[in-house]
Every structure is written in C-alpha cells, then in structure tokens.
C-alpha cells in the first residue's frame, strides 16, 4: 500500500518538507492575503453568478500567491473536455456527458483569461488541455492569441499542448505558425493491441504520425506521456524508451493518479518511481539522476547511449512524474481553468472558482483578478488537502474526471 503522501520531492526522487502556511498576508505590492476571502464565495463553486462576490474593492494583485508562499507561474487552460479516445484509467467506456457548447469559453473569453494572467498576474507558461485540444476547430486562433500576449518584462509566454495526437499531423505546422512552442503526445504503449485496449479505439499509427509531424514542423522537444499501469507496464516501458530516443523524443512515465472512474484506481496498483527505474535498469537502460532543475512536474533522468532488443539507441533523457509515490506539491506553481470557465488551484481541488459567470456579467479585469487571487490564497497544501494526511489514499477526490478537468 502507497502512504499517503507527507512530503513532495526537491530533487529527483528525493523529498522536501511541504511549506508551513503563513500567518500573516505577504508582503509586496499586489499581494493578497486571507482578507482577500472576504465575500469571494463559498460551497462547491465559489464566486457567485457575477461579480457580486467581490464585496469590497481593493487594489488587483498582481501575482497569485498562496498561504504557503508558492507563486502561480504556469497556467493549464483546457478548451474542450472532450475526446475522440476512451482511455481505460481516465473515462468509462461509453464516454462522459460532454458539455453543451454554450457553457464552453469562447476563444475570446479564453483569449481575455490568458491576457490576464500574462500580462497583469505574472503567469509565465500556458499549456492547452482538453479532453483533446485539437477537437477545438478555433485552436489556431486561441494559440496565436495567446502568442501576442508579453509578460510585464516583455518575454513572450511559453506555449504548449498536451494532446493524443490524433490529427496533429494535418495541424501541426499551422499550430507552429501560430505561436506553439512545443507538444506534449500521449502514447502509452508501441504495441498495437494493448494501445487499442488501453484507449478503447485503434488509433496508434496516428498518435505516431502526429507526433512526427510535430517534430518536423519544428514543435521541439516532442515530449511522450506514458501513464505506468500494471499488467503492461513491464512488457512496454523498455520498448517505449528506446524507440523515443532513437526518435529524438523525450518520454515521460506518469504514476497513476486518481482522476479517472472511481473503480479505476488503487493504491496497490500504482507503478511507483522505484519500480519503474528497476524495470528501466532490468532492460539494460544505464540512467543517472539529474533532478528537477525548472520546478515542472517530471523529475529527469540522463540515459546513457546503449542496445535495447538488437538495436542501438543514442543517448537522451527521460523523466518520471511521480504525483504519488514522490509528490512535488512544495513547489507547485500551476493554476488550472476548466472548459467551462472553473478555476481549480490543485488538480485534485474539490472546491471550484467560476470564472465564466463574471465574465459574461460584465466584470472587469480587476474584478476577475481579485476572484483569482482570493481563490489562490487557498489553494491547499497537497492533493486537494491541507491535511492529505489524514485521507485514507492521501488524495481528494474532485467531482471531474481527468479529461472534464484538464491536464
């Protein structure tokens, strides 16, 4: 049985004491502090029908902190929450009940939500999530957007897209033209018949053919998601790594987390970090630990040039996101904002802030900054928690599945 988790890594696998809260408001100019809950909602989905949740004014902030001093530098913005998979560990079979396109941000409400967070609240980096991004047809238009915007100090956002793939063959250039920086693919397995049963649909060979596109339009690095599951985990991790080397790519074990169906998930079938560098080192594969420099979620791997079943592959990187077994949650800097206009400060919130609401009420962007602000000052310590502790898994359990969230 995995504990539940206490600690969050610093670097690589290792862990760091999580942040004690503060006790008072930060300082600085544009900080916000517990006042700033004053009026701004309660229940499940703070904020209220418009603006009324603001009850007083106060001066906007002008960056997102948290009573534990993490500051919100990266944004994941989903545009869609649906998908053309049904990946076993993230939806059922059937698929959900998608939203009605009205309750969806508009490109320009999505478009005004990022200009925000830019150029007013010191967010730096904006990855594009669904479902799947690309079932948006205005994905073009919301990217190159958000390519225009600069940071106060001028700096460009880093742009970048989680997707499955699935015809980003046909897009990708014309992503590249509009300000993407980079990809992320899912592919969680090279064999055909365990991807289709994993994603319920026989798509490989276009998961493969979107992430080549990618690369030749210049989307670099091409990263590869891998969710770690048991039953396959042993038989296509050795085989994924070294085809993503010899492509150039940089792969990324991620440990199953509870986010899809609720009989989907158990601690005893996590594929830890542990187990998968020993399954890594079973196969031949040589690493050396180089930890997790840029504060984002995968803690990286160096691996040496080698042969892996009769081929040679040349030497690259890897990484491992290990939200369970080692939990970066001391320095998380991420905000997360739904298809329908919801702000999440953990993945696993069980608490939501509507955005959509004061936006299509006339708020301005003062007000929509003070809504973010409060709700980030409470973002919780670990896992929807600021007691994960005492859960029985050490995780909440958010009332959306994956893709209704974003990734």
């Known amino acids: 049985m995995i504990p539940a988790p206490a600690l969050a890594p610093g670097i690589g696998t290792g862990r760091t004491p999580l942040p004690v809260p503060r006790r008072r408001a930060p300082e600085g100019p544009g900080a916000v502090g517990p006042e700033a809950d004053a009026g701004a909602g309660a229940g499940p989905v703070a904020g209220g029908p418009g603006v009324a949740a603001i009850s007083r004014p106060s001066p906007p902030p002008s960056r997102l902190t948290d009573r534990y001093g993490r500051v919100v530098r990266d944004l994941r913005l989903s545009i869609t929450d649906r998908c053309n998979l049904r990946c076993s560990y993230c939806m059922p079979a059937q698929g959900l009940d998608w939203l009605a396109s009205p309750l969806l941000l508009t490109a320009d409400e999505i478009g005004r939500l990022a200009r925000i967070a830019v150029t007013r609240l010191g967010v730096e980096r904006i990855r594009i999530t669904g479902g799947e991004p690309l079932m948006r047809r205005d994905l073009e238009e919301i990217i190159s957007a958000i390519a225009a915007l600069r940071t106060p100090d001028g700096a460009v956002p880093d742009i970048g897209l989680t997707t499955n793939g699935l015809g980003l063959d046909k897009r990708a250039a014309a992503l590249r033209d509009a300000g993407l920086a980079r990809v992320n693919v899912s592919i969680d397995a090279l064999d055909r018949e365990t991807y289709a049963a994993l994603t319920r649909r026989d798509r490989l060979d276009d998961a493969l053919a979107g992430a080549t596109a990618a690369q030749a339009a210049g989307l670099a690095p091409i ?63 040589a690493l050396e630990e180089a930890g997790r420099p840029d504060r984002r979620p995968a803690a990286l791997w160096r691996v040496a040039p080698g042969e892996h079943d009769g081929a040679a592959h040349p030497a690259g990187s890897m990484g491992i996101i290990a939200s369970v077994s080692a ?14 206009g919801r702000l999440m400060t953990c993945l696993f919130s069980t608490t939501e802030t509507d955005l959509r609401a004061p936006l299509r009420s006339g708020a301005t962007d003062e007000d929509i900054m003070r809504l973010w602000a409060a709700a980030a000052w409470r973002k919780p310590l670990a896992h929807g928690s600021d007691d994960p502790g005492a859960l029985p898994s050490g995780f909440e359990r958010p009332g959306r599945t994956m893709s209704a969230i974003g990734g």
């Open 327 to 340: 939990p970066f949650c001391a320095d998380c800097d991420r905000s997360r904002i739904t298809a329908d």
């Open 223 to 285: 990263k590869i998601n891998a969710v770690a599951l048991p039953g396959t985990f042993d038989a296509q991790a050795p085989r994924l790594l070294a085809e993503c080397l010899r492509r150039g790519w940089q792969l990324r074990f991620i440990e199953h987390m509870p986010l899809g169906p609720s009989a989907s998930w158990s601690a005893d079938d996590v594929v830890g970090a542990e187990r998968i560098l020993a399954v890594l080192a079973d196969a031949g594969f």
